[in-house]
């Protein structure tokens, strides 16, 4: 059974049965017809449940192609540090220029509940992935006397052709200023209402632009982009996409929700700081007509705060690998960083002699769900 109907169904017979439980212990003791309250308000619960899963089935994109380190439930409740690597594929069909792979961290919360060791141990397997680009999405820190342990942490990594970051909320409440300087610091470009133009290649230039509404900012104004560009959204909370998606942007990187940061087993998150719940709290999701798409990766971040832990909720860190419409292009893989694990999670052999399927390739779909099995083995091994 899919993973989403067996949610569906754990969470509806569970309200069912809390609720028909409730009802006739009620009628039993009291003999009211108020029990019934509890039960109506549990059946607009599951129905927002539902409403959900299927919001999201409709916008759920691939998984990641490899995980590094992801745990199954109750094996350590207390994941805090337990971090995790997931390499994605996206093709993006207007992209005229080279391959490159961006790793994509956010809300650090750094503080002094957890050791210096384990942010420098993040910015480690961000460097070993050897990007290009490298995107901070935001909450450096919880309390801006911690902003001078930035520099240190953050430029341990950097993206060969640009390191760029926006703040987050917990940043602007914590001291903008400080929590700014200390970033640049750190030799990161921290984006303004400005985009940057970055060229990868001849006629080939990536559009980077830092959103950081409702903290700062005012509402997005979908910008023009020249041939052989495609556009690039940081910006904190996931719930922008609403705005951003229409917009011609290839894809969205957030944070913002921690995936919950606590996790009920079956159930998932309990609290998800969005206007839409749980909707879209983790992951890859896809938005827009074919020939139109905006991905959006909401990454779960790297740090805790308020608690300042996460159970059954791992920390992870995205590798996002984006490509152009060419499909006999050398495979990721070839670039550094995945090698071993790629022979650890993909084991299967190559098919020769499987012809490439070029028809699964629209407008910037996720490669996951595109290429062929040839090409999952060009692509993996290494
Ligand atoms: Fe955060």
Known sequence: ?????????????????????????????????????????????????????????????????????????????????????????????????????????????????LPPDYYRAVMARVAASHPDFIFHTGDFVTKAEYAPLLPDILSAAKGRLGTFAILGNHDYWAGAAQVAAAVRASAITLLDEHPLRVAVGPGAALRIFGYEYPWRGRRWQPPHLAAGEIGLVLTHTPDNIYALRDSGMAAVFAGHYHAGQIKLPLLGPVIVPSSYGRRFDHGHFVFGAPGQHTHLFVTAGVGAAMPRFRILCQPDIFVVDVRGREIQKPGFSEKPGWGALARRHHSSPSEPGHPPKPSGFTECSCAAAAITEKMKSALLAV
Not at 58 to 81: I, K, M, Q, S
Not at 85 to 108: K, M, Q, T
Request: aromatic fraction near 8%.
């Open 1 to 113: 059974m899919r993973d989403g109907r067996r949610k569906l169904w754990i969470i509806v017979g569970s309200m069912a049965a809390v609720g028909l439980g409730s009802a006739a212990f009620g009628y039993v003791t009291a003999g009211t017809r108020w029990v019934w309250g509890p039960v109506a308000a549990l059946a607009v619960v599951a129905l927002g449940e539902v409403r959900r899963l299927v919001i999201r089935k409709r916008h759920r994109g691939a998984p990641p192609v490899v995980t590094e380190n992801a745990r199954g439930w109750l094996r350590a409740p207390v994941t805090t540090t337990d971090l995790v690597v997931a390499r994605y594929e996206l093709v993006c069909p207007d992209w005229p220029g080279p391959d490159f792979r961006i790793a994509h961290v956010s809300d650090f919360h750094v503080n002094s509940h």
